[in-house]
């Protein structure tokens, strides 16, 4: 009850709060003919449904659930045709063309904001989580819903979020009361054409970037089956991994404590994009007597053997940490100790990181109390590659620079990915200054 009594009031001073508030947009200069209005002056804001409306239980009807809303662009991608019967109660109620907002975190963040366009008989129902924002005759749909899918906008909102961490949501106080820049209808329609018009273009180039990095990604697989399913390796000897490396299962330990004996344990979410990285590294305390086993070295590799997730088994990466520290490693990874004058580090990994070997890694995975783990005797034991030392330095070194080039490719798409989404942002930020 003392909890209940609590949220009213912070509801109750949130609404103060917004209700005494000016929210505005900073830029206080409108151009000839514009003005400024509270968006609950030129919208209706969750209007109620009309008395005389009537609706056969049977009849489809057009439903829209949060997952249904595109949040990259503000669009219904997969509305769901119901009964009406399912959602004549407890659901919030819109007609074509109204604005719906997403209200609660972190779909609000997140743009889950649309026009209701398409609906059957021009109305619908849909998730309790929309605010809804019906548009008065001075203002146009599209104005109001480029408006505040603007970042700036959704960034004002998380501050008058009312309810408690995870269940957070704009109050309707937040809609009506902020003051939003309108231009004559006329003006309105030029802009609004002419923002869908570049933001059209923006989503072609998005989607050519897009799918060049697609193409860029799929290159490491292609350059590892050129060389490990070539005819050449074919003629390769082929050993059993235990021939060529010496191999230890990881530990834990006990919670670190204030004594000498607690060391760096490196664990499978310490290896991404395939290197060893230090974040989020854990301290345990391990027996004096275990370290000397237990400790990594330049050009071992660590294999993660247990993980929930199918894909992560098997993941692995060069250790090549060079400082002054102790890094042991964890019961859910394995330590594989390449016998250098038999087979480079550097080629063993890229052969554990090929098509080939992952299909082989899927067929040697069970499932334990949640945990997917990776049947260590069986990866030990499976035969690899192993051609003489001249040839691994010269497709150690290939591969090498060819994933460099990748990379490189990878961080100039990523760039050029980086600069078009900040494109849609620019363009509202001179649509409602007047500049466009």
């Not at 237990?294 to 894909?311: A, E, N």
């Amino acid at each position: 009850m003392a909890q209940k009594v609590a949220y009213k009031k912070q509801i109750k001073k949130m609404q103060t709060k917004i209700n005494n508030s000016t929210i505005r947009n900073p830029q206080p200069k409108l151009p000839t003919g514009w003005q400024w209005v509270r968006l609950g002056e030129v919208c209706e804001i969750n209007p109620r449904r009309n008395r005389d409306f009537t609706r056969s239980s049977n009849e489809l009807t057009t439903f829209i659930p949060m997952s249904s809303v595109n949040g990259k662009s503000g669009a219904i991608i997969k509305p769901e045709v119901v009964p009406y019967s399912r959602v004549a109660k407890g659901y919030t109620y819109f007609e074509e063309n109204d604005v719906l907002f997403a209200k609660i975190t972190p779909c609000m963040q997140n743009g889950k904001h649309l026009i209701a366009r398409n609906l059957i008989d021009r109305v619908g129902l849909g998730t309790t989580e929309f605010h809804v924002l019906r548009p008065k005759e001075e203002i146009l749909p599209e104005w109001i819903h480029f408006f505040i899918r603007q970042p700036l906008f959704l960034k004002e909102a998380t501050s008058y979020f009312t309810g408690a961490v995870g269940q957070q949501r704009v109050p309707k106080e937040f809609l009506s009361n902020y003051i939003i820049p309108i231009s004559p209808l006329s003006e309105q329609k030029r802009i609004a054409s002419k923002i869908q018009e570049l933001m059209q273009e923006i989503d072609k180039a998005r989607t050519a970037c897009e799918k060049q990095m697609e193409a860029v990604k799929a290159l490491p697989s292609a350059y590892l089956r050129e060389v490990f399913e070539s005819e050449e390796a074919k003629n390769w000897e082929r050993k059993r991994m235990g021939e060529v490396c010496e191999y230890k299962s990881g530990i834990w330990g006990e919670e670190a404590d204030e004594t000498e004996n607690c060391y760096y344990i490196l664990r499978s979410n310490n290896i991404k994009d395939s290197r060893i990285v230090l974040d989020d590294i854990a301290i345990r305390k391990i027996p004096i007597n275990k370290v000397e086993l237990m400790k990594m070295q330049i050009c071992d590799i660590l294999v993660v053997t247990s993980s929930g997730s199918k894909s992560l088994i098997g993941k692995c990466a060069i250790f090549d940490i060079k400082d002054d520290k102790t890094y042991l490693f964890s019961n859910f990874t394995m330590r594989l100790r390449p016998n250098l004058s038999l087979i480079i580090s550097e080629f063993l990994y890229r052969y554990l990181i090929s098509p080939a070997e992952k299909d082989f890694l899927t067929q040697i995975q069970a499932t334990t109390t949640g945990l997917r783990n990776l049947d260590r005797k069986e990866y030990i034991a499976q035969s690899i590659p192993v051609p003489i030392l001249s040839i691994q330095q010269r497709i150690a070194s290939e591969l090498k620079e060819k994933m460099a080039e990748v990379e490189k490719l990878c961080t100039s798409i990523e760039k050029q990915l980086e600069a078009i989404n900040a494109l849609p942002q620019a363009i509202l930020r001179k649509a409602f200054r007047g500049e466009l």
